[in-house]
């Protein structure tokens, strides 16, 4: 079996049944040739996240939905990390929005624990949003792609844009944040351009780059 991504084959499997997320692979991907088929379009399962790290959940979506479908399929695991609370909720930034996925409740327990801590400082309210993409063969080969981007917890949360934890967090050298920027803005990438800045654009380059020749 053959370990590359030819965007002539038309689509890519993706291994995930979160919306923002797919909006968001879309919108990265189509620019490059692929049409984008989601883990939810083909029916599959949503496989248990048991890893520790970003990486091993990103393997664990990739690889179930490539050996349920005999395809290529791309995962991402992805989340925030907040520097105060020992990188909480990090891989766990999804369970943090419980059963009805609210990042509003996610986000104010989130500011809850940093006001516990007495973070009210620039300082020590600094985080990052991680996103780990796998690529997995139905062979179970695996490739990963890591991003991620630096920034500060802002309180109370601005902009109605993106999805999850957007609102919360405004990436270094900027004045808004991800809620308040058009994803074209939150991404800062297309192909064939130097500087993504979303972490999930950084490991986009990273993926266009190794798999694909772009840089
Ligand atoms: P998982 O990768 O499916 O475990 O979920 C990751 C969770 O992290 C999502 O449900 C979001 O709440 C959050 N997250 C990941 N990427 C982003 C992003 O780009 N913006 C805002 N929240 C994000």
Redesign the pocket.
């Known amino acids: 079996m053959t370990h590359r991504l030819d965007p002539a084959a038309g689509s890519l499997l993706v291994a ?1 049944h ?1 919306k ?2 797919i909006i ?1 692979i879309r919108e990265l991907l189509e620019p490059v040739g692929f049409t984008i088929v989601s883990a939810a379009d083909k029916n599959l399962p949503e496989p248990e ?1 048991t890893g520790t790290t970003f990486e091993e ?1 990103a393997r664990i979506k990739a690889l179930a939905a490539a050996l349920a479908t005999g395809l290529p399929a791309l995962s ?5 990390e907040v520097d105060a609370l020992d990188r909480a909720p990090g ?1 766990y ?2 369970r943090w ?1 419980g059963p009805d ?1 609210d ?1 509003t409740m ?1 986000m104010r327990q989130v500011e809850e624990k940093l006001q516990a801590k007495g973070a009210t400082t620039p300082e020590a309210r600094r985080g990052r ?1 991680v ?1 780990v993409l796998c690529l997995a063969w139905p062979d179970g080969t695996t490739r990963e792609f890591r991003g991620e981007v630096e920034g500060q917890i802002v309180w109370p949360p601005r902009g109605t844009l ?5 609102p919360f ?1 405004q990436p270094d050298g900027h004045d808004r944040t ?1 809620g308040e920027m058009s994803s074209e803005e939150k991404h800062g990438w297309r192909p064939g351009q130097a500087d993504a800045l ?3 654009a950084r490991a986009f380059q990273r993926f266009a780059r190794d798999m694909l020749g772009i840089s």
């Open positions: 995930s979160n923002g997320k968001e996240e959940n991402d695991d992805s989340g925030v891989i930034s999804a929005g996925k990042f996610a949003f996103a993106g999805f999850g934890y957007d967090f991800f979303s972490h999930r």
